[in-house]
């Protein structure tokens, strides 16, 4: 599969844009790159089956690059809670190794695609829905800490997402301030896309029929377009997030991953 200028022009715009909303909305950019890199693949001759997991392991992959890029902005404005990061990070690193290197590896693209589409809508409808936590409800303890970076890890290997999906409304949940907790976020996806990357290289060696310059499910011209261009706009989107109405934001994004969700349930079911 050569780069060609219409490619290139592709994975320019997915990587800019996804950078950005990586750093305004503490995403990692899984949920909008896995479909957009799913149709690209698609459109190249991979089989539909193969075409999912490459896409969902090669935009976790960006996720390593966009996250230090975005974290270095919050950093800056001390909004991570590096506690919490602490607190999250075995749990993640457990999760994600589990997923990426077990379970993803058996089940079939197409039943990811489902459950890609299924973790989108949630993650859409808990952006419309903005519920406010109990004034009272604090974060847990360590054990608590660990149970639910577990959690997060695991569904962040399965859909290729950074996280976010799940991070932010549990940090919200727990009282945290949601420009604290978009921050966190973006620190959580370094060690959640590291865990799971080498699970996708380890469990992909030896796959046959995958388009050239691949390592395990990793499509590496992808991957190093796509990283190179969010990481210009990620730190652009963690500065907006300290200026813009982020509540109005996220429902404008919620409505675009209902269309990507449906997307990938097509997908999902035309593969199954």
Not at 113 to 122: E, P
Not at 155 to 180: D, E, K, R
Not at 254 to 268: E, V
Request: charged fraction near 10%; include cysteine.
């Amino acid at each position: 599969m050569m780069l060609e200028p219409q490619l290139i022009f592709e994975l320019v715009v997915l990587g800019l844009a996804t950078g950005f909303l990586a750093g305004l909305l503490g995403i990692g950019g899984g949920m909008i790159m896995v479909p957009f890199i799913t149709i690209i693949l698609s459109g190249r001759g991979v089989a539909p089956d193969l075409a999912v997991k490459m896409a969902i392991a090669t935009s976790m992959a960006t996720i390593i690059f966009t996250s230090v890029a975005s974290v270095r902005a919050h950093h800056k404005r001390g909004a991570v809670r590096w506690d919490l990061v602490r607190g999250l990070a075995p749990g993640i690193v457990l999760g994600g190794a589990l997923a990426s290197l077990g379970v993803f590896a058996l089940l079939k693209g197409a039943w990811l695609a489902l459950f890609f589409a299924a973790f989108v809508s949630f993650s859409a409808t808990q952006m419309f829905l903005d519920k406010k936590p109990a004034p009272s409800r604090q974060v847990p303890g360590a054990g608590g800490l660990v149970g639910a970076g577990g959690v997060i890890g695991f569904l962040s290997g399965l859909v290729g997402a950074g996280g976010g999906f799940v991070s932010v409304p549990f940090m919200a949940w727990c009282n945290v301030p949601i420009h604290n907790a978009v921050a966190t976020s973006a620190a959580l996806g370094f060690p959640i896309a590291l865990a799971n990357v080498v699970g996708y290289v380890v469990s992909g060696q030896g796959l046959q029929n995958l388009p050239p310059h691949s390592f395990g499910y990793l499509w590496l011209p992808g991957l190093g377009v796509i990283a190179a261009c969010s990481v210009m706009t990620a730190p652009l989107g963690a500065r907006a997030a300290h200026k813009l109405p982020v509540k109005q934001l996220k429902r404008v994004f919620a409505s675009i991953l209902y269309l990507l969700a449906a997307y990938m349930l097509y997908k999902g079911i035309v593969s199954a």
